[in-house]
């Protein structure tokens, strides 16, 4: 009988033995990779925000396109046949159009194209002259790059731009982990010049 009396406090003292390992443990893990909580919530956010629908090229199987993530966020291909502006009969209520895989869009504003939101260093987001306080620059101003030209529909920035510096901060983490993918996204094609009368 005398051995229940020493299980009973051993179990006792081992609990608070094992919240302390697991306190440890987690906090190893958080400093090991103190944003991993900021990029998962950036990840959350770009699912959210729908990104994928504009940024992602699809892929064409036999249920339609779907998003094709080995190319994830990588913008409009540049390899995709040229394009026109599309110019809808007079009197049509249809002023926009777009391609297929949503990757590229022709409005009143001319032809735009999802950018590259990928790491790259030469044709994504991370190029060297993007920078996180552009990034939130440019979804709060809706300037390109935060200083130059309108950003071009259908691109929400003006929603985007409400999220909190936070959830700005964590997109802008997260888009610096995925695979960077080269891939240089045309120039926007103004607009036809009105006809001369
Ligand atoms: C409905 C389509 C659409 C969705 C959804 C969308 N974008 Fe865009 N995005 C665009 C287009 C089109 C452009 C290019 C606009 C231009 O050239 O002016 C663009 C451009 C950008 C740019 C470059 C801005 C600049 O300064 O030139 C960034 C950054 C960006 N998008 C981030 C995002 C993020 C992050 C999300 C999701 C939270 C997102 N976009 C969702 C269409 C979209």
């Not at 190319?71 to 777009?98: I, K, N």
């Not at 552009?134 to 529909?153: C, E, N, V, W, Y």
Request: with cysteine.
């Amino acid at each position: 009988m005398a051995h229940r009396f020493k299980v009973i406090p051993l179990l006792v003292l081992s609990l608070p033995l094992a919240l302390v390992l697991a306190h440890c443990a987690q906090q190893a893990n958080a400093a090991a990779n103190p944003n991993a909580a900021k990029i998962e919530r950036g990840r959350m956010l770009v699912i959210g925000g729908a990104c994928h629908d504009c940024h992602t090229p699809k892929k064409f199987g036999p249920k339609g396109p779907e998003p094709d993530m080995d190319r994830m966020l990588s913008g409009h291909p540049a390899d995709s046949p040229a394009l026109t502006p599309y110019q809808p009969a007079p009197g049509s209520p249809w002023v926009v159009a777009t391609t297929a895989d949503l990757t590229a869009w022709s409005g009143p504003w001319g032809v735009s194209f999802p950018a590259n939101l990928t790491p790259d260093k030469v044709t994504g987001l991370r190029s060297g002259v993007w920078t996180e306080a552009l990034f939130i620059k440019a979804l709060r101003t809706g300037k390109h790059m935060g200083t130059s030209r309108d950003i071009l529909p259908p691109m929400p920035w003006n929603f985007y731009g409400k999220l909190s510096d936070d959830d700005l901060k964590a997109i802008w983490a997260y888009l610096g982990t995925i695979k960077p993918i080269h891939n240089q996204v045309p120039d926007p094609i103004p607009p036809p010049a009105p006809a001369s009368k």
